[in-house]
């Protein structure tokens, strides 16, 4: 953390940050049935706030029936630094894709 | 060469109908001042959402006050096209942004859940009307001003429990408004005559529920209740501020120039 801290290109010294407010993930369900989808981040100072604003920035083109937000800050993402690593080995291993199997007709969108 | 001005028959309905739809089309207008000055991105967004169903629900209502009038005034005619006197709007709507200094934001989400709030009541008993495309508009609209009333509401909540500075700006923006609320609750002729035949409520019916939900919203915001005001604005009747003539410029300055532009 202190390395990104001293980083000029961050752009943003560290008690102008902890005035701003948190940032939000937001997923928005288009139709029921379907599932939330990553659609952006905004900031907001607590949870009703960022549902609302969620609502206002992101479903104002009927995109929505549903909101989720989650603090950015809450998520724990995989190390981009291991992406070698962890992806990677799957490359040559096509055999865990069931492309293999004649699929009954009744059965779409599989 | 300007357009002119049109001359609009006002019998009561067409009164009363007017009176709605330059409310909407003005506190519209002074939000979408806003735009691109709101102290947040976000909040810019939210705050010109709110504007859009403003107008939206202006010209349904322009729409349906033209096709009363009978003279085949169309939403945009009676927009652009009135004088000062002809525009029915309450007072309240066509107060600057803040009363000191434009872009007061304690004052714009004050003024905000005092009017989405009177809004959200009328539409409710609107959805009874006896003219069923003021009841259908009414049945969209409500849904609408549900929103702009949590929306507001909550940010005068965070105002006035938030920190001392905002508090004392919520406060200002209170003592600032709270006259101009009045003229909501007053009935004349005209809506008397719309109770008459069902075209929706008397405005004094109004005011008990809405003091009461402006009540708990001032006591969950920690805001002393004002007391009642003898001040009376007289927009509705057609007698503006100093303030209308500005907005009208504003707003109007495209149709008087360009007669019938559109994009």
């Not at chain 1, 992406?83 to 199997?101: A, G, I, L, N, S």
């Not at chain 2, 909040?43 to 209502?61: H, T, V």
């Not at chain 2, 003219?131 to 609408?144: F, M, N």
Request: aromatic share 8%; charged share 25%.
């Amino acid at each position: 953390m202190s390395e990104l801290k001293s980083n000029p290109m961050r752009g943003q010294p560290a008690d102008e940050a902890a005035d701003e407010w948190p940032l939000w993930e937001v997923f928005v369900r288009s139709r029921s049935g379907l599932d939330h989808k990553h659609c952006g981040s905004l900031h907001a100072a607590d949870a009703p706030m960022a549902i609302q604003l969620a609502r206002d920035v992101y479903t104002r083109r009927q995109e929505g029936s549903s909101v989720w937000v989650v603090r950015s800050d809450q998520i724990v993402a995989s190390d981009p630094a291991d992406k070698d690593m962890y992806f990677d080995p799957m490359e040559d291993k096509v055999y865990r894709h069931p492309t293999f199997y004649q699929l009954p007709k009744e059965v779409d969108h599989m | 060469m300007a357009a002119p001005s049109i001359q609009v028959e006002q019998a009561p309905s067409v009164q009363y109908v007017l009176r709605l739809a330059d409310t909407a089309l003005i506190l519209g207008q002074r939000l979408g001042e806003w735009c691109g000055h709101a102290p947040v991105l976000e909040e810019d967004i939210a705050l010109a959402n709110i504007a859009l169903d403003l107008i939206g629900q202006s010209r349904a209502l322009l729409t349906r006050a033209g096709q009363l009038e009978g003279k085949d005034h169309d939403e945009d005619q009676l927009a652009f096209l009135r004088e000062e006197r002809d525009y029915r709007n309450a007072t309240i709507v066509e107060l600057p942004n803040g009363p000191s200094r434009p872009g007061d934001f304690a004052f714009t989400v004050l003024r905000n859940a005092m009017m989405a709030t009177w809004f959200r009541l009328l539409w409710e008993r609107l959805r009874e009307s006896s003219d069923a495309e003021l009841a259908a508009i009414a049945g969209k609209a409500v849904k609408e001003a549900r929103y702009h009333q949590q929306h507001s509401s909550d940010w005068v909540v965070r105002l006035g429990d938030g920190t001392d500075e905002s508090a004392r700006r919520l406060r200002a923006a209170l003592d600032a408004l709270w006259r101009y609320g009045a003229e909501l609750f007053d009935s004349d002729a005209v809506d008397v005559a719309a109770a008459a035949n069902g075209l929706g409520p008397r405005w004094a019916d109004l005011r008990e529920p809405w003091l009461a939900e402006m009540r708990e919203l001032f006591d969950e915001a920690k805001l002393a209740m004002p007391a009642d005001s003898a001040f009376r604005s007289t927009g509705k009747t057609g007698v503006h501020s100093e303030h209308m003539g500005y907005i009208l410029a504003d707003l109007q300055f495209l149709q008087r120039a360009y007669p019938g532009g559109a994009w």
